[in-house]
């Protein structure tokens, strides 16, 4: 990596770092790019060389604490069991539980902000969705994994099985951030049920 390519990435993370320390503590409404700024210790011009506006830096922060939380998580996961559901929804929910400091009025401005940046170009969609793939990458492993120890079946369709999982999170996060009365271990164990059906009748 180049000087240059360094100096751009130290800035780029302190940015973000700042942005989600303020974001926290403030909320998205009262931040602005020149708190972020001045908090970082930079210029308000240097934090829109690297960033295009306030939700940008918004998603994109939560996605670097949420990419980081994968690589935790996840990296070092063992399991003695040898129920595959419970393998993998555990895999999935340690993952998850690590974000349960993002409150329900946070996740339902990220998820306006996510929605809405895939009909514009203020934001590329697959850097916001950057932690998704890095924890299908992890889930794929995982089930790949299995199959060598014998606890699937080769023939098992790991694709499908893993569009499933994350069209189940996916709805039961929704259903968790615009439902007042959902608690977020209710969803977890909703969650545990949708893996437990993928994985139904699939062991050796």
Known sequence: MSIREKNKKYYRDKILATSKEVFTSQGFENTTIEQIAEKAGIGIGTAYNYFKSKEELFILSMAEDVATNIEDSLEDFEYTESD?????????????RKMNWINKKIWKVAFSIILGSMKSDKMPIKEVLRADFKTMDKIRDLINQL???NLLTTEFDTTTAIDLIFGALFLQMSMYVYTDDSTFEQTCERIKTDIRFVFDGKEL
């Open 84 to 96: 595959v559901s419970e393998i993998v929804a555990e895999a999935i929910l340690k993952h998850i």
């Open 147 to 149: 199959k060598v120890k």
